[in-house]
């Protein structure tokens, strides 16, 4: 009796220790897969994401598990889930809003990359993934804005404001790799991947991924002292005076009260107020903006989006004061967590203290952008800033183990 209840016994085990290994080779090239696909293609960043998050629930269902590492994050993302929930259940389009909920379940890459954190050679793995591929795309990109004319390079992507939001992030994550992370011949390719991608974040002349780049790279700077701050703003001022004159027209628009562009984004953050004025607290819900917006607009108004080009009135609309002042929480929470890990690893681990010096810089990036599009409303642009913020915790989470 004894003998058979063992044997049974350690057939369950062997059972579940061998979907427990499948589970894991799954999350590791579906996490592999998204860090190749992240810059070149949204469906197959897509199906690499769900399918490791299928085998890390599975595998969190079946050791009795959640492998998520302690952080303060943890609490406000879950607030933030909370302002999603009820803003969907107060919206007057509660169905629509419900799909609109679908985004939110972008989130838990967060977790998903922060469990493949777990040793210095997956994260160094993981990044050199998403910066070789970032480099090859932009080559592909630079050779065909140069061959086939068009006007501002957007590469494997449907937009360029798109392709400028993700060259943006990576570039901000190599730079800190590049200078204090690695020697030799690796960080000769990386000055060279730089490079490939600067040159392409340029040609997609889009003026919020510049901003953005440029207050990543001061964030980190500042992070590692004042000599470094000054640096780079006087690297920033000599590149602003060496920028050809279409591309700082270009960007001198964005604060020109006449060009259209800014008309719109003023009206479209007028109508946004009377819109928060009538929803307060839990916004109009998750939904497609343009009919709320065309209600709102002034007559006049030429173009009617559905989306508000600015991730903070985004929010607020769709989610009320709530739900701003919670992601307001997560923003400050993530770049806290960010500093916090970047001072507590150790010198000697050199890629690591410079991997989390350039997550923090994309965070930093990613927010200034999104004061000047809805970068939450771009799948590609969100699914890689959250791959970052997991790799980020991911850190954070082998600091504390170490610690302990």
Known sequence: MDASFSRTACSMMSRRDRLSESCAR???????????????????????????????????????????PTSSFNGVIGLFFLAGVLSTFTSQRPLESLVGMK????????????????????????????????AIVSLYGIASYTFSGEARLMATQAMPITAGGLLMMVSCLAIPLAFYGTRGWERVLLLLSIGVMLLALILTKTRGAWIGFCAGVLAMAGVKGWRFLLGALLIVLVAWFLLPHELSERLMQGVRLEYEGVKERLAMW???????????????????????????????????HGHLHNNLVQVAVTMGIFGLTIFLGVLFTLVREQFAAHRRIAADKSYLKALSLGCLGVSVGFMTHGLFECTLCDAETVMLFWFVVGMSLGLKGEIDCALD
Do not use: C
């Open 270 to 304: 007028r109508a946004s107020l009377m819109i928060l004025h009538d929803f307060p607290v839990t916004g109009v819900g998750l939904i497609d903006l343009q009919q709320t917006h065309a209600v709102y607009s002034n007559p006049g108004v030429r173009k009617i």
């Open 26 to 68: 799954v999350i590791r090239w579906g996490t592999t897969g998204f860090a190749a696909a992240a810059t070149i293609s949204i469906t197959a960043t897509q199906i690499a994401y769900y399918s490791a998050l299928a085998a890390w629930s599975v595998r969190a269902w079946k050791e009795r598990r959640l492998p998520i």
């Open 103 to 134: 985004k939110l379940l972008l989130i838990p890459i967060v977790y998903v990359i922060a469990d493949q954190m777990a040793s210095a050679s997956r994260a160094r793995e993981l990044a050199r993934i998403v910066i070789g591929f970032a």
